[in-house]
């Protein structure tokens, strides 16, 4: 008995999948892909390559950018800066914790990084696309 629910117990971890994340690419300022469909229990690894910067989620609409320190919301998730100044290329790991849509975005040089579009969304829906959050991090 104590075999079956151990097993059961590890499911959710062993069907988890991993979603890999570029911060900053051939120099860029942008996260790729930008958009990421997860489940609960999967995970998103953010690797830096390239400048210093967050992985920080933000509002969708209004002061998108520069996101808050701590991020935005419920479930929020901030990694603080990273620097890959040295090639060290450090990563920052999200726990996808519910299926509602959450966007995020660096928050670098008081947001000018945000602003010029380095930012994604994890489970964008039909009310909330990453098109428009996009426009809202350029608009603000």
Known sequence: MFSKVFFLALIPAIMAANHAVSVGANNA???SPTTITAAVGDTITFTVV????????ARFSGAVC???PGG???NGFD???LSDLDGSMPTFTYTVVDTQPHFGACM??????CRA????????????????FLANAEAS
Not at 50 to 57: A, D, E, K, L, Y
Not at 117 to 132: C, D, E, K, L, V
Request: no cysteine; net charge positive.
């Open 66 to 68: 520069p996101p808050p």
């Open 108 to 113: 670098q040089a008081n947001g000018a990084h």
């Open 117 to 132: 579009g380095m930012t994604f969304a994890i489970n964008p829906n039909s009310t909330q696309t990453y098109a428009q």
């Open 79 to 81: 990694s603080g800066f």
């Open 29 to 31: 300022l942008a996260f």
């Open 72 to 74: 935005f919301g419920t």
């Open 50 to 57: 390239s400048r210093n910067h967050s992985i920080t989620s």
